[in-house]
């Protein structure tokens, strides 16, 4: 069974960093895409980042290029997203999933695998 556990989420200043985690279960994160995704109550899930362990590529939406970067930790099965110049848009709750696609400048989810997410808040 495919689990996705995030964490890492919380209130900080607009300016500041915050490093979320997600914890994958069930597959094996380097044999899939894994990205990050967030929602604001009332809009559609937008795709943040996407990584591909086979070639080592990394994908951004425009709105967070130079300022978040994706890793993974294949040996504890885990994909990071560090945020830093953290902006008021940028609140929402974060959830990370397997399977991403990037088509132009958009991210789109392959696979209906979601965690619970976590929940950025950045106060100006």
């Known amino acids: 069974e495919v689990q996705l556990v995030e964490s890492g989420g919380g209130l900080v200043q607009a300016g500041g960093s915050l490093r979320l985690s997600c914890a994958a279960s069930?597959?094996?994160?380097?044999?899939?895409?894994i990205g990050w995704f967030r929602q604001v109550p009332g809009k559609e899930r937008e795709g943040v980042s996407c990584?591909?362990?086979?070639?080592?590529?990394?994908y951004y939406a425009d709105s967070v290029k130079g300022r978040f970067t994706i890793s993974s930790d294949h040996a504890k099965n885990t994909v990071y997203l560090q945020m830093n110049s953290l902006k008021p848009e940028d609140t929402a709750v974060y959830y990370c999933?397997?399977?991403?696609?990037?088509?132009?400048?958009?991210?789109?989810?392959?696979?209906?695998?979601w965690g619970k997410g976590t929940l950025v808040t950045v106060s100006s």
């Open positions: 990584s591909s362990s086979s070639d080592g590529s990394t």
């Open positions: 069930g597959f094996t994160l380097k044999d899939y895409t």
């Open positions: 999933a397997p399977g991403c696609w990037v088509a132009g400048p958009i991210i789109y989810n392959g696979m209906d695998n």
